[in-house]
């Protein structure tokens, strides 16, 4: 089996790789990357030694039609799994354009691409932002109501690959996941940034009032879910991925602290973002009574895990900042 991942530099795409190489048998994983200030190969360094020819690196836009029809047509692939996206709200904020380019440009490339050289399924990796703020766990036929930029084009994505697989029959999955957290998270998002700020012993900036809630999803957990719904999940079906573990923002900043021997007063809060959803939450029952899919990490541990890993691993994160 052959498998082609999109966004294979980023955090979520590099575990992704890294855990199917380890746990299964793919003949070859070939990893798409642009290499924008979020995609690094320090990211993956270790996977040429570790795995030798079953992992390749291209360096690639997912929006260039040209180069995306010289990858798929050099093999044969049975899945491509489309990681690549910008994912931060607040750069989308502040340039819209760009996410259009790699989240619905992109994507459709991918989509006409596979379609031509008959890769057999196409997995499209989205989020729990599609649905916009929420008061009750939602499921997969909730009305899509997205609130930034990012979450639009991430919704206008899943449209169009369920419109391929209605249209011509193309072979089409869909994952939406809630936040994930762990190892190579690049340090922009919350758990990060929170925690390289204590570490230095600066200030650690929460936006508005600080009780925004989140589902909190550890990241080999997610990719186990990518894997699964690629191998076992329906045509045309969207799949919820969450761990039902849901924490208000400040709460995980203050047991970021607390693990790191850290002052509360290092918390300030700053002005609140446009267009904050306040709650994201999911139900995944979906995914569990179809495919069997379950988290296997609760948050407390994995959390205090994350932290200790950035603590250890100062050399990645340094060297993924120095390249913005």
């Known amino acids: 089996m052959r498998l082609l991942v999109t966004g294979g530099c980023g955090f979520i795409g590099s575990n992704f790789i890294r855990y199917v190489l380890e746990h299964y048998d793919p003949e070859n994983i070939t990893n798409v990357d642009l290499l924008t200030y979020a995609g690094s190969l320090q990211t993956t360094a270790d996977l040429a ?13 997912i929006a260039d039609p040209k180069k995306i029809e010289e990858i798929l047509s050099a093999h044969s692939y049975f899945g491509l799994i489309n990681f690549a996206a910008e994912s931060h709200v607040d750069r989308s904020i502040l340039s819209p354009a760009d996410f259009i380019s790699s989240n619905v ?3 459709t490339v991918l989509l006409d691409a596979a379609r031509k050289h008959g890769v057999k399924r196409f997995l499209q990796v989205s989020t729990d932002e599609v649905y916009g703020s929420n008061d009750a766990p939602v499921s997969e036929n909730a009305l899509l109501n997205p609130s930034s930029p990012y979450s639009a084009s991430k919704a ?27 190892p190579f998270q690049y340090p922009e998002k919350l758990i990060p940034l929170m925690i390289l700020r204590a570490l ?26 990518v894997f699964d719904v690629l191998m076992n999940g329906v045509s045309g079906s969207l799949y ?8 208000k923002n400040i709460d995980v900043v203050k047991t970021i602290l607390k693990h790191l021997n850290r002052s509360e007063d290092l918390i300030t809060f700053v002005p609140d973002r446009p267009a904050h959803d ?36 100062e050399a990645w994160w340094r060297a993924v900042l120095s390249n913005q």
């Not at 570790?50 to 690196?57: I, M």
């Not at 230095?200 to 809630?213: F, H, I, K, S």
């Not at 919820?240 to 924490?247: K, L, M, P, Q, W």
């Open 49 to 61: 030694e570790r795995f030798g020819d079953r992992y390749e690196f291209i360096r690639a836009d």
């Open 200 to 225: 230095a012993n600066q200030t650690l900036p929460v936006y508005g009032d600080g009780l925004y809630m989140r589902d909190w999803l550890y990241v080999q957990d997610h990719c186990a879910a």
């Open 105 to 107: 440009v992109g994507t």
């Open 240 to 247: 919820n991925v969450a761990s039902g573990s849901e924490h």
């Open 156 to 182: 206008s994505g899943d449209l169009l690959a369920l419109s391929y697989h209605k249209t011509y029959g193309q072979d089409v999955v869909i994952t939406r996941s809630s936040n994930n957290f762990g």
């Open 278 to 313: 306040r709650r994201y939450s999911l139900d995944s029952s979906k995914i569990r009574k179809e495919i069997g899919w379950k988290p296997l990490h609760d948050f407390e541990s994995t959390l205090l895990r994350t932290v200790d890993w950035y603590r250890t691993n």
